[in-house]
Antibody
Framework: EIQLQESGPGLVKPSQSLSLTCSVT?????????WSWIRKFPGNKMEWMGY???????NYNPSLKIRISITRDTSKNQFFLQLNSVTTEDTATYYC????????????WGQGVMVTVSS | EIVLTQSPTTTAASPGEKVTITCLAS?????MYWYQQKSGASPKLLIY???NLASGVPDRFSGSGSGTSYSLTINTMEAEDAATYYC?????????FGSGTKLEIK
């Protein structure tokens, strides 16, 4: 069974960096698919942040391009999110998800991790 | 960026009632995807490529549409369908989600 699990600090101070890990079991991230980060803000708005492909290339939402980095550790079957210079507007629940290989949808999601940006 | 506007924002339906949620795109898209998110859970794919039911999804759910107008229909509302629903497109980068529709049971 494919499972994704987010982990990371639940509280980050303004101007600092937010760093999250997505651990994947049941599928090797280099075998296929794209591996994404998505966030849901208070009030229900959802935003796709970006992905790292199975080959290691990245694609970021232009709205975040100067602040975001998605990397991976293939030996641990994990991928990572780093979001720099956070503000209170980055307070959200962050999800990692697998993006379809030949279809444009997310088929497996993590359970999500709530991150609050506050001093 | 393609903006997806869902309506209604919030609605309530009685068991057995038919529910339709609309997703209007700011530019034409080739396909639409729909997710259901229950409280405390992660989103679950319902419909892919506009009208195809995802695995395990009850056939009371259906999707349709083209161009800039798409819809998700629940033929007969059940209590377990109370959730927030989102449309999603990736005909144009960046991938975007709809504004969300909260569906409650009466």
């Amino acid at each position: 069974e494919i499972q994704l699990q987010e982990s990371g600090p639940g509280l980050v101070k303004p101007s600092q960096s937010l760093s999250l890990t997505c651990s994947v079991t049941g599928y090797t991230i280099t075998s296929g698919y794209d591996w994404s980060w998505i966030r849901k803000f208070p009030g229900n708005k959802m935003e796709w942040m970006g992905y790292i492909s199975n080959s290691g290339s990245t694609n970021y939402n232009p709205s975040l391009k100067i602040r975001i980095s998605i990397t991976r550790d293939t030996s641990k079957n994990q991928f990572f999110l780093q979001l720099n210079s956070v503000t209170t507007e980055d307070t959200a629940t962050y999800y990692c998800a697998r993006f379809g290989y030949s279809e444009d949808y997310f088929d497996y999601w993590g359970q999500g991790v709530m991150v609050t940006v506050s001093s | 960026e393609i903006v997806l506007t869902q309506s209604p924002t919030t609605t309530a339906a009685s068991p057995g009632e038919k529910v339709t949620i609309t997703c209007l795109a700011s530019s034409s898209v080739s396909d639409m995807y729909w997710y259901q998110q229950k409280s405390g859970a992660s989103p679950k794919l319902l419909i892919y490529s506009t009208s195809n039911l995802a695995s395990g999804v009850p056939d009371r759910f259906s999707g349709s549409g083209s161009g800039t107008s798409y819809s998700l229909t629940i033929n007969t509302m059940e209590a377990e369908d109370a959730a927030t629903y989102y449309c999603q497109q990736w005909s144009s980068n960046p991938l975007t989600f709809g504004s969300g529709t909260k569906l409650e049971i009466k």
